[in-house]
């Protein structure tokens, strides 16, 4: 059923003058199309309008990382960690320092440390005496010692709570003979992002992502300026005591 004009059109002209009716339906034809192509038009600017203005806006900044104090203390109190690397950042250049003082990871082998916290407060021992021996027992590449559980000896660092940070906060108090390197009165802070150390032997053997965490601490050298060491701890695990054994017990951690 056509509609009324082209009706109107029809009888007035007959059969005769129907390719005038079919250039006028070729004619409507057309029209539909190129309103069509004009909406399309128009919505893809309206639509290019608000994603360039929505690119115009700042990305919004993440919230900071906070830590739970209480979390922070229970997974940190009288557990053992082993410094894996330690590095220097000054401007665009960073280095190992391992690579740089070699004494470095003696002393980490060696003094394996200890965190004596409660409720955010507390200070770092370390074991009084710590010896690596080959790993024929842990699978992977994880590092075995046996361990000193009955002495521990001061580091010389406290510890304290940064309520504003949300995170555990580090400061050199004194110089000690175990630790010369040590300069009093350095501060740093647990890095709160990296604190990835919530996990049980078994959990940490089966992690593609190993345990560990980080210490941040900077610092103003007099010839590269403002420099950030970054310090990785990674948590230690008791995997066999002997029975009745009181002194020593032996460890794993995954460097």
Not at 43 to 57: H, L, M, S, T, W
Not at 60 to 84: G, M
Not at 138 to 152: M, V, Y
Request: charged share 25%.
């Amino acid at each position: 059923m056509k509609c009324g004009w082209v009706s109107l059109v029809l009888e007035s002209q007959g059969k005769r003058d129907y390719p005038i009716v079919s250039q006028v339906l070729k004619m409507r034809s057309a029209m539909k199309k190129l309103l069509v192509i004009v909406f399309l038009c128009l919505a893809g600017a309206a639509q290019f309008g608000c994603g360039k203005e929505d690119n115009d806006r700042p990305d919004p900044k993440p919230e900071p990382v906070r830590l739970d104090r209480d979390t922070v203390s229970s997974w940190l109190a009288r557990n053992s960690f082993f410094i894996t690397d330690a590095w220097r950042f000054a401007g665009k250049d960073s280095v190992d320092m391992y690579k740089v003082d070699t004494l470095l990871p003696l002393y980490a082998k060696a003094a394996i440390l200890n965190f004596y916290i409660e409720k955010g407060a507390g200070s770092i021992m370390f074991h009084g005496g710590a010896s690596q021996f080959p790993n024929t027992e842990i699978p992977g590449n994880a590092l075995t010692f046996n361990l000193n559980i009955r002495i521990f000896l001061p580091t010389e660092m406290n510890l304290t709570w940064n309520e504003e940070m949300g995170t555990l906060n580090v400061e050199t108090r004194a110089k000690t003979s175990y630790f010369p390197m040590i300069v009093p009165g350095k501060k740093g802070y647990l890095d709160p992002v990296s604190f990835n150390i919530k996990m049980s032997a078994e959990q940490a053997k089966a992690a593609t992502i190993k345990p560990s965490m980080r210490f941040i601490f900077e610092d103003e050298d007099p010839k590269l300026g403002k420099v950030t060491y970054k310090i990785t701890m990674k948590p230690m695990y008791q995997y066999y005591r002997e029975p009745g054994q009181q002194a020593s017990a032996k460890y794993f951690v995954y460097p």
